[in-house]
């Protein structure tokens, strides 16, 4: 099981829940932006797919039983990074998502 990888796509995952929210969204980008009806229905779509990625490594390194737990408190990590950034850094904690690309690119090639 690769941590980094789980925390980064489980990272992604709860921002991608977190900008589909329009407080949190004008909370990032500081100010308001017009947004396609869609969007908050991608966001939402995008977090699933990343939590959901999150879970095959803990499941693959730990097993059905024990993967399960370990990804819910990967998950609770990553919202308590998350909630903290938010507080103090807003732009930082959307920019950190990004770091989930390269490590589903590592997941999809290890």
């Not at 900008?19 to 947004?35: M, Y």
């Not at 966001?43 to 990343?50: D, E, Q, T």
């Not at 693959?60 to 998950?75: E, K, L, P, S, Y």
């Amino acid at each position: 099981m690769n941590p980094v990888l789980t925390l980064a796509l489980c990272y992604a995952g709860m921002t991608a829940l977190c900008l589909a929210l329009r407080r949190h969204r004008d909370q990032v980008f500081q100010r308001r932006i017009r947004r396609s009806p869609w969007e908050p229905v991608l966001l939402r779509v995008l977090g699933i797919v990343c939590l959901g990625l999150a879970l095959v490594p803990c499941v693959r390194g730990q097993g059905a039983a024990v993967g399960v737990i370990v990804w819910c408190g990967f998950v609770s990590a990553a919202a308590l990074l998350l909630t903290g950034l938010l507080a103090y850094r807003p732009v930082l904690a959307a920019a950190l998502s990004v770091s989930a690309v390269p490590a589903l690119w590592l997941m999809l090639s290890g």
